[in-house]
């Protein structure tokens, strides 16, 4: 009987001793009395809240509008910088195709210049072939051309030795013969240029130019 009374003496002690000794476990398990501040029994009686501060009301409204208007610039802001980077998207895109288009027109050109390489390569190798083929008649033309050349050059050598004589036998002539011979030579001659072919017979006109002239 003593012992419970002194157990339950010692249980009302703790109750009521845990605010002055701060004694935190009791405080969990109890709960903490509230104070004169919290209950306004120091602001003469009468329990209820505090009145409110219109200052602090002030300040927060204030920082309230700040956020906001922090909030509207940032929206602001997020649309700017997604608009910007749709632009420089697309401006991409198009650089992109832009640098497709260009390099399929260099690999278009390098084609078209490797085909035109092929060709003048054939061409070249006709032009060989020809050559080769036309060779050995240009050459049995060239000595029929030749030795027709000599035999015109013989020809005006034995003119030229008559013309020679004649005059020889003028001199012994009376001056009336004279004349007359010397007219009638000028009308040969004037026959036989126009009797002769122009640019010398076969070679000018082959086009291989005169005897010992160079191409």
Not at 26 to 55: M, R
Not at 100 to 105: A, E, P, V, Y
Not at 180 to 196: L, R
């Amino acid at each position: 009987m003593k012992s419970r009374l002194l157990v339950f003496a010692c249980f009302v002690f703790l109750v009521y001793a845990r605010e002055p000794l701060k004694i935190g476990f009791l405080e969990g398990i109890f709960g903490k009395k509230s104070s004169d501040k919290e209950t306004g029994k120091g602001n003469g009686g009468g329990g209820g809240p505090l009145p409110p501060n219109p200052d602090e009301e002030e300040a927060i409204r204030k920082l309230r509008l700040q956020a906001l208007m922090l909030g509207t610039e940032v929206e602001d802001l997020g649309k700017i910088i997604n608009q910007q980077s749709r632009e420089l998207e697309q401006r991409r895109e198009e650089e992109g195709e832009k640098l497709k288009n260009s390099s399929q027109g260099v690999i278009q050109a390098s084609e078209n210049i490797k085909s035109i390489n092929e060709e003048s390569k054939k061409g070249r190798r006709k032009i060989r072939r020809l050559q080769k083929r036309i060779k050995p008649h240009t050459s049995a033309i060239e000595k029929i051309i030749n030795d027709e050349e000599g035999g015109e050059d013989r020809d005006d050598d034995d003119n030229d030795d008559d013309d020679d004589d004649d005059d020889d036998d003028d001199d012994d002539d009376d001056k009336k013969k004279k004349k007359s011979k010397k007219k009638s030579k000028k009308k040969n001659k004037k026959k036989d240029g126009k009797n002769k072919p122009k640019s010398g017979g076969l070679r000018g006109l082959l086009g291989l130019g005169k005897k010992g002239q160079k191409d």
